[in-house]
């Protein structure tokens, strides 16, 4: 009986002792060692790996450090490591200054930073979670703390250290009160920039008021380093800067940082308001003077991205308001870019001149101004303002939120647009090229889908090999120039273009008044082009003046144009410049009193050719 007795109680404290190991997080290995999940860049892919502390460091509970200088005394190989092993607060602000400190959240617990932490230059913070990535830093910052500081990183120095995350859940605020001057919630403090943030895991919830998200404090850029200052991997981040970017330059910064983003993975929602863009730039004083985004290069990963303001607006991804847009590339990517007026979705901030954009091997949609009520732009505000789950779960986050930006569109203003892929209102195209890509770009009102800004010129644009779709609100073309303005150089080579102008403008070509330079499609291309009322399908504007060549070779070509105007050639009283076919077909059909090919109404003048095994329909 004895026997019997002894063997039921070894049996029930072993099950007591399973259940807790099957309830609680596992936080250490068979020999007591922390474990934590180091993740690293392969080139290709992040890759997890978990490790554990080495038996002869000690782990320190963050909230019985010995001193808020965390890494006071020295440390063999410069490494100080503390742990989060259950939930705790600490008021006052905690200070990483020359060597390596490294956290550890434990799944399941939650660190409250009241006071934030200070990464000094050249010093470098980890932050690691575990397998679940469960454990959390939660930092909501009130108006009366040191609102010059970052949260994570820069402090009253003007250059922060580097920053690295590893995992966990990391939920930033800055928001408190209208009018602050504020840090990054990850970054530099006031005036102030980072040297290096490292994202490769965990899970980012961020909002920022005058600092960027993630990047410079107010007047701060994206950051200190000659190179690419941010650099995220993986992880899941949503992201609303409110004057400062999501992700790039503070609030007033006005120069243009040689420090790059680059974004190789992950899912990330990047918001941009009151003249801050999503992904570049900050908003400058009054909206004037913002800040040119340096290069930003998407590699891969899922990335939407909206600026929004109601007089101000940022780019999508790109420059903040008044801001010129600098080198973007993306490539292997899906990205959703949008700015609700005035900005461009993928380009340049109101009144600022697009750079150079690259789009390879990607699918990607660019906007600006496709919304014609308030509703419809808080019912897209509200789809890119989250990733999926469910909305009752993460309406926390947007306290207060969405009373400010319904402040921000009382005076919403859709009247002008930037483009979808180019410049914001009264910006300047740069170059923009699309390789092997799913595109659709769309435009408002005086801006062109991709192109140029109100009463600017359109840059260079080369299509290869993709699939494009683009559309113009009235006064702009689809492809070209917005009002006034001629288009660049078009080259279309490979793959499907469908445009569609909008009224008094080309499908591709000119703006209302806007002529056209060069327009070569070829390699096989399958086009069509749809002007708007007194557009040319490709060609001129309305009234447009400068003329040059249409070379079509090899290639299925329709076009229509609208009201009197032609379907290759001229708008409404413009020349069709010279017009030179060969080996394609094609069908082209004027408007009105327009011709299929050559002028429109009151300008018949055009050259045409035709060459080579071509089929030519002309009405």
């Known amino acids: 009986m004895k026997l019997m007795k002894k ?9 007591m002792i399973f259940s807790v190991f099957t309830i609680l997080p596992i936080t250490a290995d068979a020999a007591g060692q922390v474990s934590y999940v180091y993740r690293s860049w392969n080139g290709t892919k992040v890759v997890d790996e978990t490790r554990t502390v080495p038996s002869s460091v000690q782990c320190i509970p963050l909230n019985e450090a010995k001193n808020d200088i965390l890494d006071k005394e020295s440390a063999a190989d410069g490494n100080h490591w503390y742990i989060v092993d259950k939930n705790m607060t600490i008021n006052q602000r905690l200070y990483v200054t020359t060597q390596t400190v490294n956290i550890i959240l434990y799944d399941g617990a939650t660190l409250t930073l009241n006071s934030g932490i200070t990464v000094r230059k050249d010093a470098t913070l980890n932050i690691f979670g575990q397998a679940n990535d469960s454990g959390k830093i939660y930092s909501h910052i009130s108006a009366t703390d040191n609102r010059s500081f970052a949260i994570i990183g820069g402090d009253s120095e003007p250059q922060a250290g580097n920053i690295n995350i590893y995992g966990g859940t990391l939920d930033l605020h800055t928001l408190n009160d209208i009018w ?35 990047g410079g404090g107010k007047g701060g850029a994206v950051s200190s380093f000659d190179g690419d200052g941010i650099r995220i991997y993986g992880g ?16 007033t910064y006005s120069g243009t940082p040689k420090s790059g983003i680059a974004i190789y993975g992950g899912q990330i929602k990047a918001n941009g308001v009151a003249g801050a863009a999503g992904i570049g730039g900050g908003s400058g004083e009054d909206g004037k003077n913002g800040s040119s985004n340096g290069p930003i290069t998407i590699y891969d990963g899922y990335i939407s991205a909206l600026g929004t303001g109601s007089k101000f607006t940022g780019a999508g991804i790109g420059s903040g308001a008044c801001g010129n847009a600098g080198t973007i590339e993306i490539s292997n990517a899906y990205v959703d870019a949008s700015a609700s007026a005035w900005g461009a979705g993928i380009g340049s901030g109101k009144e600022g001149n697009g750079g150079n954009i690259t789009i390879t091997d990607s699918t990607v949609t660019a906007e600006s101004s496709n919304y014609r009520t308030q509703q419809d732009f808080l019912n897209a505000f509200n789809q890119r303002l989250f990733w999926g789950g469910p909305k009752t779960d993460q309406r926390a986050y947007a306290d207060g939120i969405v009373s400010l930006i319904l402040i921000l569109i009382e005076a919403f203003d859709v009247k002008y647009s930037g483009a979808g892929i180019g410049a914001g209102h009264k910006g300047r195209a740069g170059t923009v090229t699309i390789k092997n890509s799913n595109v659709y770009a769309a435009s408002g009102n005086y801006a062109a889908g991709i192109g140029s800004g109100k009463g600017r010129n359109g840059g260079n644009v080369t299509i290869t090999g993709s699939t494009v779709t683009a559309k113009s609100g009235d006064y702009a073309a689809a492809i070209g120039g917005g009002d006034d303005g001629d288009s660049g150089t078009i080259h279309i080579t490979g793959g499907e273009v469908t445009a569609t102008g909008g009224d008094k403008a080309a499908a591709i070509g000119g703006g209302d008044k806007g002529g056209f330079n060069d327009i070569t499609i070829d390699g096989n291309s399958k086009v069509t082009a749809t002007g ?5 399908g490709i060609g001129s504007g309305n009234k447009g003046k400068k003329t040059q060549n249409i070379s079509i070779t090899g290639s299925t070509v329709t076009a229509t144009g609208g009201k009197d105007a032609a379907g290759i050639g001229g708008g409404d009283h413009s020349n069709g410049g010279t017009v030179v076919i060969r080996d394609s077909k094609v069908t082209a059909s004027g408007g009105g009193f327009g011709s299929g090919i050559g002028g429109g109404d009151a300008n018949d003048s055009a050259t045409v050719g035709i060459y080579g095994n071509s089929t030519v329909t002309a009405t």
Request: charged share 10%; aromatic share 10%; hydrophobic share 40%.
């Open 236 to 251: 899941t981040i949503d992201a609303m800067g409110y004057l400062g970017a999501a992700i790039g330059n503070g609030y």
């Open 7 to 15: 063997s039921v109680s070894i049996l029930l404290s072993f099950i």
């Open 180 to 214: 602050g001057y504020r840090g990054a919630c990850i970054g530099g403090g006031v005036g102030g920039s980072p040297q290096i943030i490292s994202i490769y895991g965990g899970k980012l919830k961020l909002f920022s008021q005058d600092g960027a998200c993630i």
């Open 532 to 536: 708007g009322k007194y557009g040319a």
